[in-house]
């Protein structure tokens, strides 16, 4: 094409998205308006809360059409303009058209809180429009017109800093305010963020439709990590840079060649390429895709092979199982017996003896088979087990107590037939669990059989082993004791882990306090006339000086109380003064008061320069107090404020009900120590899925992990409330301390990566298959 269709395609697409923005923007404002008018309606225990969302409810109702025509306009505006071909931004459709024409000037506050909310907006309506963004801007740069990202000119309509700029100016422009903004910021995601996919969605159809690079080839984004193999690709961020990589899939697959980004043909609501791949990458609980086709491809290779074979009938819940042939079912309690004898603590061998054992019983087996359905099992079971044995990672004397599952998981393989069906038997994910738990040691170092948890692995297989006819139900049973145990392992037994378990609970105990006060000052100085920097000082540092001391001394012993009286009183000093009594009172109170405040700040562990910093900023703010034209706090008030103060280790809010964001977790680097580590930096903003599957590791599980320079091997040891922290700790001891968001961005920059691509059973599964494959006859003899 020449150079004249690929602009005026460009031009196509930025009229595309207007005309798709201006299709559903009165849908986002009725759903923000009902969404405000439910939460108006919803029970609250806090009067103030209930207050403002019904104020906002109102005022959204009585404004609604207003709020509607202002919005409208500057996107007709900019239609227009792209039209007739004028230059189009943020400027030109809402602002000042002559940028000379501006006044220099200090910026004033308010200018200031509507930027940040424009730039929060932004960020988020990128965050979940990654996909879609990438794949508009790749498919704009090969017509020639990508998405304008100069600081200098105005911002794209594109851009989401362009649709967030006339979200939140319309916004202001009819009389609401930044106080409202933030109440229904969470309602105002939830309509702006399928408006915005629908329309990148739209441009992206409409771009294809002109046959514009129906795939999207994003190898030239793509992070390799060291040996990991193939890397998922990140998208490209809304400022038009590419985020790093998403996370390997490990070694093992570095010939499947580049992932694919969304084509742009997917229905909308239906996931995305990337948002497909990521959650079946192996670790995720929703990696169990990956895993089932290939169980999939086996029974379909083994049916075709074998009569009678029908893996895919799962058993019904309480249902009967297969019913096994007499002969076989003695012959597996024979062959038990003498692997008991031959593999075990008492008389140990190494694992090719025991595969050499299994491998002289298959053909007894066989023989006493009575159906080729069930003569096909045991071949499949042996070549399951056969795998698993030889897996060089497992430590051998891990691997001779798998050797001994090998016929209790037969038994349960012919007597339920779903064993092939699903990845979510229980006899499938415990050895998986176990499996993954021992694999991070190379080449089997510390192969400890005293080690916990060799001995609780050796305890499961003979628990198994002591109910031959319980199938499923033991299998489950241990599976549940197994998770259990290794709540307690990684804190209690494990001697690599436990000191950096120790630190993080510590860390947890303290941060959640500090969130808890946090929470219950900002309710008690709501509404509170005190200046602002003993608000700042009372919310981000006096919360975890209380913190500390109730988690040292206790939440209502007198030293905390001490602090909590403190608080009253600064507060109290800080308000107005008007009169001269009270300014000489202050000056009276304040050595002591100040000296109480610093030796809180140093019993907590603030360096000596930050208290410093900080008792200057206290002194400048209790100055101010002096020529405050503000209400000064009655006694009253102050007399209720104290009480509520120091009955505050009483009342602390349940942080289960409480949702946490990132403003609310705090930065929690001020705990680093030589024993443990926190991640405060690193990796690229994480996209819902990421997040996803953060939530989802398992504890035990292994990674490899690039931070500050090293590449080490990491063990989940430890996940914290709710999972907003989680440890992993190194071979030597050493603990890595996560918040859930940076750890959602490592995995989905690269830098940690699970050490295993497939489970122990998915990879002992394709290994059969393979075998399988190449003489399916060995399925009938």
């Not at 499947?256 to 990458?281: D, I, V």
């Not at 069906?421 to 694999?439: E, K």
């Amino acid at each position: 094409m020449s150079f004249g269709p690929h602009r005026a395609l460009a031009l196509t697409a930025r009229l595309s998205f207007l005309e798709a923005l201006i299709k559903g923007v009165e849908a986002v404002v009725q759903g923000c308006v009902e969404g405000a008018r439910q939460a108006a309606a919803e029970p609250q225990a806090d009067p103030a809360v209930y207050q403002r969302k019904r104020d906002l409810a109102q005022e959204l109702m009585r404004l609604q059409s207003a709020w509607l025509a202002t919005l409208e306009r500057p996107l007709h505006d900019a239609l227009r303009d792209l039209r007739v071909g004028r230059s189009v931004g943020v400027r030109a459709a809402l602002g000042p058209a002559n940028k000379t024409d501006i006044p220099l000037s200090l910026l004033d506050d308010s200018d200031v809180e509507r930027d940040l909310a424009v730039a929060r907006l932004a960020q988020m309506i990128g965050d979940h429009n990654g996909s879609e963004f990438s794949d508009l801007n790749a498919r704009l740069q090969a017509v020639g017109g990508p998405v304008s990202v100069s600081a200098s000119g105005p911002v794209d309509v594109l851009m989401p800093h362009w649709v967030a700029r006339v979200l939140v100016d319309a916004w202001l422009e009819v009389g609401l305010s930044l106080d409202h903004w933030i109440e229904i910021k969470t309602i105002l995601m939830h309509e702006v963020t399928p408006w915005t996919q629908e329309a990148y969605h739209h441009v992206n159809g409409v771009l294809l439709d002109h046959g514009v690079r129906p795939e999207i080839d994003l190898r030239p984004f793509i992070r390799r990590a060291k040996d990991v193999g193939v890397t998922l690709p990140a998208p490209l961020s809304p400022q038009g840079g590419s985020a790093q990589a998403g996370a390997s899939t490990g070694a093992g697959s570095s010939g499947a060649g580049a992932l694919r980004g969304n084509s742009g043909l997917q229905p909308l609501g239906a996931a995305f390429e990337e948002t497909r791949m990521l959650t079946q990458t192996p670790g995720m609980s929703r990696g169990a895709v990956k895993a089932q086709n290939v169980l999939d491809k086996l029974t379909q290779v083994v049916g075709r092979q074998v009569p009678g074979f029908e893996p895919t009938a799962a058993r019904p819940p309480g249902g009967a199982g297969a019913v096994m042939s007499a002969g076989l079912g003695q012959a597996i309690q024979s062959v038990g017996d003498t692997l008991r004898r031959q593999v075990g603590a008492e008389a140990p061998v190494n694992p090719a003896e025991a595969l050499q054992t299994l491998q002289h019983n298959k053909q007894a087996l066989k023989e006493a088979a009575s159906t080729p359905s069930e003569r096909a099992i045991i071949e499949i079971v042996a070549l399951l087990f056969q795998a698993i044995l030889t897996e060089e990672r497992l430590p051998a004397s891990i691997r001779v107590w798998f050797a001994r599952l090998q016929m209790p998981v037969l038994r349960v393989a012919v007597a339920e037939p779903d064993f092939f069906a699903t990845t979510s038997h229980p006899a499938r994910i415990l050895i998986d669990r176990m499996g993954s738990c021992v694999m991070g040691f190379e080449g089997g170092v510390a192969d400890d059989a005293d080690d916990a948890l060799h001995k609780e692995i050796r305890r499961i297989v003979q628990v198994i082993e002591a109910y031959p006819d319980t199938g499923r139900r033991v299998f489950q049973t241990v599976l549940t004791e197994f998770e259990r145990f290794l709540e307690t392992y990684f804190r209690e037994e494990n001697q690599a882990s436990r000191r950096g378990v120790s630190l993080a609970q510590q860390v947890e105990q303290r941060e959640t306090c500090a969130i808890q006060y946090t929470i219950e000052l900002r309710k008690m100085l709501d509404g509170v006339p005190v200046h602002d920097g003993v608000r700042d000082f009372m919310f981000h540092v006096w919360a975890d000086v209380l913190a500390h001391s109730a988690v040292v001394n206790g939440p209502t012993h007198e030293s905390t109380k001490a602090l909590q009286r403190a608080a009253a009183d600064l507060i109290w000093s800080a308000s107005a003064k008007t009169s001269r009594d009270e300014r000489a009172e202050v000056l009276r109170r304040l050595p002591n008061l100040l000296k109480a405040i610093r030796e809180g700040m140093a019993r907590s562990g603030l360096p000596l320069d930050k208290q410093d910093e900080h008792i200057k900023a206290l002194n400048t703010a209790l100055a101010a107090a002096f020529s405050a034209r503000s209400a000064a706090i009655s006694a009253s008030h102050l007399q209720e404020l104290t009480e509520r103060l120091e009955a505050l280790g009483d009342v602390l809010p349940d942080l289960s009900k409480v949702e946490l964001d990132e403003a609310t977790l705090r930065d929690l680097s001020g705990h680093e120590s030589d024993a443990l580590e926190v991640v405060a930096d690193g990796g690229s903003m994480p996209t819902p899925a990421m997040q996803a599957w953060a939530r989802e590791l398992q504890i035990g599980a292994w990674f490899e992990l690039d931070y500050r320079g090293k590449q080490e091997s990491v063990q989940l040891a430890w996940s914290g409330l709710r999972q907003q922290l989680l440890l992993f700790v190194t071979p030597s001891g050493r603990g890595i301390l996560f918040q859930l968001h940076r750890l959602a961005a490592f995995l989905q920059a690269g830098l940690l990566v699970p050490q295993e691509e497939e489970s122990l059973t998915t990879r002992a599964t394709r290994a059969a298959l393979a075998k399988i494959d190449a003489d399916p006859t060995r399925l009938l003899n």
